[in-house]
T-cell receptor
Framework: DAGVIQSPRHEVTEMGQEVTLRCKPI?????LFWYRQTMMRGLELLIY????????DSGMPEDRFSAKMPNASFSTLKIQPSEPRDSAVYFC????????????FGPGTRLTVT | AQSVTQLDSQVPVFEEAPVELRCNYS??????LFWYVQYPNQGLQLLLK??????LVKGINGFEAEFNKSQTSFHLRKPSVHISDTAEYFC????????????FGKGTRLHILP
């Protein structure tokens, strides 16, 4: 299995630009999670989906952030407009609702907003 | 609601010495417990998990953890660490039998001294 795939691995953008992060979960998994990790705040859950439906988006920092899961094999996290404080590593993880609930993490996208 | 407390943000230990990373959780319902490891510049990966049964759980890379319900703890141990164990370790909890999110602790950084 290829594992969770995230793209791009690194993104450098200027303040005010739109940023789109992409995630392909493990085939057969039906839960998908977006996290953000910074030195100051640690690992934060932003949003998660079960069967492509957003279940809890209480961790999304503000309206500039949005996430979609149009099908079982693809999700996006969009930041528009981006700000320097959005600089972080963004992780996507997936799990199976029929399994034992452990999450499998992707390698992350390191976002730098200048 | 569930919560996880990792009592040490950093733990230095000499190579080949034993180590214990402490984790306490709070929950009003039965839970599943996890330890994840994050090596530098990588995503998180599962070390071990407690779902039910034996309270002593063995994981990868020689790690083990013991579930103690009365003390609401799930401490991680290894009898002899190696330089390759340098990483950040996260304790996590989720509600049993629920398609729910996992709550992560703030992490413990393990420094292996030569």
């Amino acid at each position: 299995d290829a594992g969770v795939i995230q793209s791009p691995r690194h993104e450098v953008t200027e303040m005010g630009q739109e940023v789109t992060l992409r995630c392909k979960p493990i085939s057969g998994h039906n839960s998908l999670f977006w996290y953000r990790q910074t030195m100051m705040r640690g690992l934060e859950l932003l949003i998660y989906f079960n069967n492509n439906v957003p279940i809890d988006d209480s961790g999304m920092p503000e309206d500039r952030f949005s996430a979609k899961m149009p099908n079982a094999s693809f999700s996006t996290l969009k930041i528009q407009p981006s700000e320097p404080r959005d600089s972080a590593v963004y992780f996507c993880a997936s799990s199976s609702l029929a399994g034992t609930y452990e999450q499998y993490f992707g390698p992350g996208t390191r976002l730098t907003v200048t | 609601a569930q919560s996880v407390t990792q009592l040490d943000s950093q733990v230095p230990v000499f190579e080949e010495a034993p180590v214990e990373l402490r984790c306490n959780y709070s929950s009003s319902v039965s839970v599943y417990l996890f330890w994840y490891v994050q090596y530098p510049n990588q995503g998180l990966q599962l070390l071990l998990k407690y779902l039910s049964g034996s309270t002593l759980v063995k994981g990868i890379n020689g790690f083990e953890a013991e579930f103690n319900k009365s003390q609401t703890s799930f401490h991680l141990r290894k009898p002899s660490v190696h330089i390759s164990d340098t990483a950040e370790y996260f304790c996590a909890v989720s509600r049993m039998n629920r398609d729910d999110k996992i709550i992560f602790g703030k992490g413990t950084r393990l420094h292996i001294l030569p």
